[in-house]
């Protein structure tokens, strides 16, 4: 049972936009900044959004992050086949002292 | 562009030790505001975090792991270690090294290396 709350499966059609929710509590994501990981099959996770909304250099703009309390929103627009991943949430946990991540989101490009 | 690259045993005993080491190239293990972690990755507990060590050897670890985990580093080697000591097979997962960006609420980890499967069987 992970810290952090994601849908297990999201879908959408080649262009289209999908968001993937991350949900925690006032321990975790409602006091730290929200990062998110990339994950292709057989590859280690991917750094993909730092400090709820900002870019590595080299992540497209088609990939955004936003915060509310203590929810977080990754975005993908445009949608390619190659985008088809596992997505994870991830942040610190002030109650555990540790770092926590979410159970992952699987998204699938119909 | 930082390189880790993790090392040990595939395979471990059930009550024995799982020793790992990750080597850092690319740049310095002794780089502000950077910890040196190590998180694990299985189909029944997903991503999970073990804990990390600053290049002075203060380290965290997750409540959960605390009593069995260890994390060391070698600045002069540029490698840092986990030792996970009575394993089961509930610890069987893919270990990765990582470096994480930490202050105050301000966390991520922006370098991986590959990973490596640890398999606890007898």
């Known amino acids: 049972q992970s810290v952090l709350t994601q849908p297990p499966a999201v879908s959408a059609a080649p262009g289209q936009k999908v968001t993937i929710s991350c949900s925690g509590s006032?321990?975790?994501?409602?006091?730290?900044?929200v990062s998110w990981y990339q994950q292709l099959p057989g590859t280690a996770p991917k750094l993909l959004i730092y400090?709820?909304?900002k870019r590595p250099s080299g992540i497209p703009d088609r990939f955004s992050g936003s915060k509310s309390g203590t929810s977080a929103t990754l975005g993908i627009t445009g949608l390619q086949t190659g985008d088809e991943a596992e997505y994870y949430c991830?942040?610190?946990?002030?109650?555990?002292?540790?770092?926590?991540f979410g159970g992952g989101t699987k998204l699938t490009v119909l | 562009q930082v390189h880790l690259q993790e090392s040990g045993p595939g395979l471990v005993k059930p009550s024995q030790t799982l020793s790992l080491t990750c080597s850092v190239s690319?740049?310095?293990?002794?780089?502000?505001?950077?910890?040196w972690s190590w998180i694990r990755q299985s189909p029944e507990k997903g991503l999970e975090w073990i804990g990390y060590?600053?290049?002075?050897?203060?380290?965290r670890y997750s409540p959960s792991l605390k009593s069995r985990v260890s994390i060391s580093v070698d600045t002069s080697k540029k490698q840092f270690s986990l030792i996970l000591s009575s394993v089961t097979y509930a610890d069987t997962a893919v270990y990765y090294c990582?470096?994480?960006?930490?202050?105050?609420?301000?966390?991520?980890?922006?370098?991986w290396g590959q990973g490596t499967l640890v398999t606890v069987s007898s």
């Open positions: 991830g942040t610190w946990d002030n109650s555990l002292s540790a770092g926590v």
């Open positions: 990582a470096r994480m960006y930490h202050l105050d609420s301000r966390g991520y980890v922006d370098y």
């Open positions: 006032s321990s975790n994501i409602g006091n730290n900044y």
């Open positions: 400090d709820n909304d």
């Open positions: 690319g740049g310095s293990i002794s780089s502000v505001d950077y910890y």
């Open positions: 060590i600053y290049y002075t050897g203060s380290t």
